[in-house]
């Protein structure tokens, strides 16, 4: 069946999208949906370990978020925003700006007494190149006066988005990249990763530096035509290895995440296997995609015609999928990134 983005449509009252993360991360409620049976029921995230079983292979993402978000002057004094996408050299980044009207190839921007840049390049779509110089490490300035690239639905002052910093990421992050948390892995505490552990769960990690792509709007009515931006990603020889006895073994592997689901299944079709390595991974997920790599998707609950809802219906099935939604909805569970979760099976 051909899907058009009308097909993965719902209604969503706005009180519904969480603003604001939960006390204790572990409190979320988590819909528990059976591909096999056709059904789902209510649970709660404390009962994550118990759908699990001895041997299974749980794979988290261990990218880390940094302060994405820059706040700056121009050379007349104007304000302007500077949210980073990607470093494309040395000092060198692609990023959007706020306003882009303002800020021509050539213009100097300021951002303090140690970090300046230049516009390299301005493109048609309003993006820039940007090129910085820095009194001392790059990296160390932006984590100085950077501000956490929270979702644009999360409303917060310059002052009040530090409160996000340490709560909008994974108690597992490590890998210093991304530009927005991989949102699955937000319910996580060290005690669950120990019950897990406990009871016999193996648990590797990729890492997938989440971009642009991922929360990328779906602009192509025909889903055919669309294409999720690539991504940067690194997988361990020792995880590779433990994947791989799995697979030849029969046990399931769990995935945290889309961008956990979509490195995984990237790896897995290259090469028929899992390998280590790194890369872009430039995979699109769509209806009729046949998955290789995963047996099992812990998720959030996304938003209407996003490719992380398509993504998730895929391998749960379309109709299981966008009624367990409907169910959500009416239940009030809580959607996107400090939102409530979906474990599928």
Same mark, same amino acid.
């Given at each position: 069946?051909?899907?058009?983005?009308?097909?993965?449509?719902?209604?969503?009252?706005?009180?519904?999208?969480?603003?604001?993360?939960?006390?204790?991360? @572990?409190?979320?409620?988590?819909?528990?949906?059976?591909?096999?049976?056709?059904?789902?029921?209510?649970?709660?995230?404390?009962?994550?370990?118990?759908?699990?079983? @001895?041997?299974?292979?749980?794979?988290?993402?261990?990218?880390?978020?940094?302060?994405?978000?820059?706040?700056?002057?121009?050379?007349?004094?104007?304000?302007?925003e500077i949210f980073l996408i990607e470093e494309v050299g040395s000092e060198t980044w692609s990023?959007?700006?706020?306003?882009?009207?303002?800020?021509?190839?050539?213009?100097?921007?300021?951002?303090?007494?140690?970090?300046?840049?230049?516009?390299?390049?301005?493109?048609?779509?309003? @993006?820039?190149?940007? @090129?910085?110089?820095?009194?001392?490490?790059?990296?160390?300035?932006?984590d100085r006066i950077g501000r956490t690239p929270l979702p644009p639905y999360i409303k917060r002052d310059r002052e009040s988005a530090d409160l996000d910093r340490e709560r909008y990421q994974t108690v597992f992050a490590r890998e210093r990249g991304a530009i927005a948390a991989p949102t699955a892995g937000l319910h996580f505490t060290a005690k669950t990763?120990?019950?897990?552990?406990?009871?016999?769960?193996?648990?590797?990690?990729?890492?997938?530096?989440?971009?642009?792509?991922?929360?990328?709007?779906?602009?192509?009515e025909n889903l055919a035509d669309h294409r999720v931006s690539p991504e940067r990603f690194s997988v361990s020889q020792q995880t590779a290895d433990t994947?791989?006895?799995?697979?030849?073994?029969?046990?399931?592997?769990?995935?945290?995440?889309?961008?956990?689901?979509?490195?995984?299944?990237?790896?897995?079709?290259?090469?028929?296997?899992?390998?280590?390595g790194s890369g872009r991974a430039d995979l699109t997920i769509l209806p009729g995609y046949e998955f290789k790599a995963i047996d099992g998707l812990l998720t959030n609950f996304h938003l209407p015609k996003s490719s992380l809802l398509v993504l998730a219906s895929t391998f749960g099935g379309h109709e299981l999928i966008m009624n367990a939604y409907r169910h959500a909805v009416a239940s009030g569970y809580r959607f996107y990134s400090y939102g409530d979760c979906m474990l599928i099976m």
């Open positions: 069946m051909n899907y058009s983005l009308e097909d993965f449509d719902f209604d969503l009252p706005p009180d519904q999208i969480a603003d604001a993360a939960l006390e204790v991360r @572990s409190a979320s409620r988590m819909l528990s949906v059976d591909r096999t049976k056709l059904e789902f029921r209510d649970s709660n995230f404390v009962d994550f370990p118990a759908a699990l079983r @001895s041997g299974d292979v749980l794979v988290l993402n261990n990218t880390k978020v940094f302060p994405a978000r820059l706040f700056g002057q121009t050379e007349t004094g104007a304000t302007v990023a959007l700006a706020k306003p882009a009207k303002r800020l021509a190839e050539g213009k100097t921007l300021v951002f303090g007494s140690d970090l300046s840049a230049t516009v390299v390049e301005k493109r048609e779509d309003g @993006s820039l190149t940007i @090129s910085f110089e820095a009194d001392g490490n790059l990296a160390a300035s932006i990763l120990a019950d897990l552990r406990a009871i016999g769960v193996e648990i590797a990690e990729i890492t997938l530096h989440v971009g642009y792509g991922t929360f990328e709007p779906v602009r192509a994947l791989n006895l799995a697979k030849k073994e029969g046990r399931r592997i769990v995935a945290v995440g889309t961008t956990t689901t979509r490195t995984l299944e990237y790896v897995y079709q290259m090469h028929g296997r899992f390998e280590a």
